[in-house]
């Protein structure tokens, strides 16, 4: 690495795309803490022109909790002219050619002077419509490499992919980037992105000449992605058009540079810029907060299986640093897995352990009573055939005996049975589309991440810089950080908001 993290920064011009998201806020941030000296910081995000990019990023980015740090070591004034000069919001949308930049002037001022792309921009709802995957995840993937191509000073092209694009393998995965002629499926069908593409417009096209409803539209589209996705290999829509975009990435490159950052389930932050910030439930949280609250008694899941796991702020690191080595590099085609399971595993059995222990000694309140909530052990059961089963019994037959008195006794107020039985059928829909995880075989090889790191704390031992970019996984004490740092941060920023 010829310069720290914190030289390469300096007077660069970066495009992020999905400014919004949770992971690119904390990119952001990072950015403005430690480097105020970068040049500009253009932000696409969707929206109909600049004044509502500037307020989406205002309310959505800016004024959160996240900037707290930023703003106290700066003030008010200060922070909102570095966020004047360095800021450029950029209405936009990937999924349109020229990233939908209507404004012909921004456009080429863009172009001229972008050093950096990061596309950090996705939809990651796992049964997502397959025309909204496709066009965000697959094609607007490749939208946003088209238009770093057309920048002068590009040096490096940055995509935020995920680890789970391996699909349901088992075993050692490997970083390694996807061959798009390699990909077939059990019956050795080949894929191929552009008829997949076809067959989504063929599909579309049906159902606006049979005048179904917008809401009869989404469930066949989202049907669609899932039944293409299953065909080819991979589990749900979301993870398959990540996938397909990746590929698409390594056959249009060309000469740029190009780094795929493949984190895991993305937590809440580490230590950066405070520790337990985080926005939303993601992944295992929902778990987490719906066992907290006593709501959650049973779950699938095989305790012996590795939850990977990763804070948010070592992501931003780990991208930081990949920019800082391969910026300008040549023939760059590398793949970054970003988190625990290789070198920090924590199974699904120790976070329900600890789970235990944190809501035994902090229960949360019930919103409907004030009282305290009282937790027991989860049942587990290991296949979804035993879930089923156990659903079954415990729900559904008492079910049907609440369906007969409705039908028998039809002045009774309410749909109990009905309203009963769309949250069974909401569960049973949520268990199949995380069966994949929580019975995940596969531990996410990181050697290249772990050189990475490597020489990044190498290279800041040498130039007398304290760890600014850590995104070493053997420094998280899962029990620690879960009780300490996550769990609290859960419920300070997302329960009581």
Known sequence: MELTCVQLLRNKTILVTGATGFLAKVFVEKILR????????????????????TKRLRTEAFEKDLFKVLRENLGDEKLNRLLHEKIVPVPGDIATDHLDINDSDLRERM???IDIVVNVAATTNFDERYDVGLGINTFGALNVLNFAKKCDKAQLFLHVSTAYVCGEKAGLLPEKPFVMEDIRNENGLQLDINLERELMKQRLKELNEQDCSEEDTTLAMKKLGMERAKLHGWPNTYVFTKSMGEMLLGNHKENLPLVIIRPTMITSTFSEPFPGWIEGLRTVDSVIIAYGKGVLKCFLVDVNSVCDMIPVDMVANAMITAAATHAG?????????????????????EIHEIAVRYFTKNPLRSRSTGSLITVSKLRF????GLFSLYMTLRYKLPLQLLKLIDIIYPWRKGDKYGDK????????????????????????????????CANQKEEESQNSEKM????DP??????DYLTSIHIPGLITHVLKK
Not at 468 to 471: A, E, G, L, N
């Open 34 to 53: 430690v480097q105020p000296n970068v040049k500009k910081l253009y932000l696409l995000v969707r929206a109909s022109d600049n004044e509502a990019a």
């Open 111 to 113: 172009q001229k002077e």
């Open 329 to 349: 590099g040549s023939g760059v085609h590398m793949v970054y897995h970003v988190g625990s399971s290789h070198q920090n595993p924590v199974t699904f059995g």
């Open 381 to 384: 059961l290991s296949t979804m």
């Open 421 to 452: 039985n769309r949250k069974i059928e909401l569960v049973m829909r949520l268990v199949e589309l995380y069966e994949p995880y929580v019975l995940f075989k596969g531990i996410f090889d990181d050697r290249n991440t772990k050189s990475l």
């Open 468 to 471: 600014m970019f850590d995104f």
């Open 474 to 479: 053997k420094v998280i004490n899962w029990g």
